[in-house]
């Protein structure tokens, strides 16, 4: 009688093909397919939440320099530089010469040059001084009294986000498409 057969274990197998049967594919693919239908929604959700994240991050720096501003009676600029999507705050102080009452305006840093997230682009930013810029740097002021109307189109992908400043108090108002404010400058 010749020897059977055992695997590691000492259990007796039958030479047999290995394989999965139709019913086990198609169980697979079906639990595949639930786990995705999970996931893949979230995964836009990130990317809405970045842009909602750095549009609260806008609100709260517009807000604070407003506020410094009045109380600091101070004039302040928030820099945008839409070709490198950067963005920084400078503290302006006015020095007026007396021999020909020439005003000069000196330019004081606050902080460090901000960037937007990976992938999120200035679209553009129109102010009252200098219109509605696509490319290259633009400022907006902030003063004791209010700042100069403000609205920023954030972008990302397919998707535009506006941010309105109102003049007077600072206060943001935020869309998750382009709104091209008119005003009355």
Known sequence: MGKMPTSKTGIWTKNKKRGFTLI???VVIMIL???AALIFPRIGAFQAGEMKRTARRFTILIQQMTTDAASARER???YFNLDSDEYWMILVSETIREEDKKIFLREKPIGI???LPEGMTFEDV???QQGKVTQGEVFSEFYPIGIE???IHLKEKDEV??????PLT???RISDKYIEERRNF
């Not at 986000?161 to 109102?166: D, E, G, H, V």
């Open 24 to 26: 086990e594919l198609v």
């Open 33 to 35: 397919g639930m786990i």
């Open 76 to 78: 302040y600029r928030l």
């Open 113 to 115: 040059r901000k960037r």
């Open 126 to 128: 129109i102010t009252k």
């Open 149 to 151: 109307p403000l609205t």
């Open 161 to 166: 986000w506006t941010l309105i400043a109102n």
């Open 170 to 172: 600072g206060r943001v």
